[in-house]
């Protein structure tokens, strides 16, 4: 690593399930590179806007629930 201290915001929702995956690879990746990062919480879209479920395509919450479940997986993240 160079001399220039590294920072780092993540934008990070709670109820996001992507975020849960990449919250701990994250910090282990800080860690190992001195990274200086910080966790900025954001409220989720669905509080923002009150018809983001009524206006999304009806295929969404299966298809993120399948890749989550593939991404865990893949990165041997536990998650149910």
Do not use: G
Not at 21 to 26: C, D, K, N, P
Not at 34 to 39: F, G, P, R, Y
Not at 47 to 76: C, G, I, Q, W
């Amino acid at each position: 690593m160079n001399d220039t201290a590294s920072h780092v915001d993540v934008f990070y929702s709670y109820c996001s399930p992507y975020s849960y995956l990449a919250i701990q690879r994250l910090s282990d990746w800080a860690e190992e590179d001195e990274i200086d990062l910080e966790i900025r919480p954001v409220l989720p879209l669905a509080v923002l806007d009150s018809t983001y479920f009524v206006d999304a395509n009806s295929l969404m919450v299966p298809y993120v629930t399948m890749d989550v479940e593939r991404n865990a997986d893949f990165h041997k993240i536990p998650f149910k």
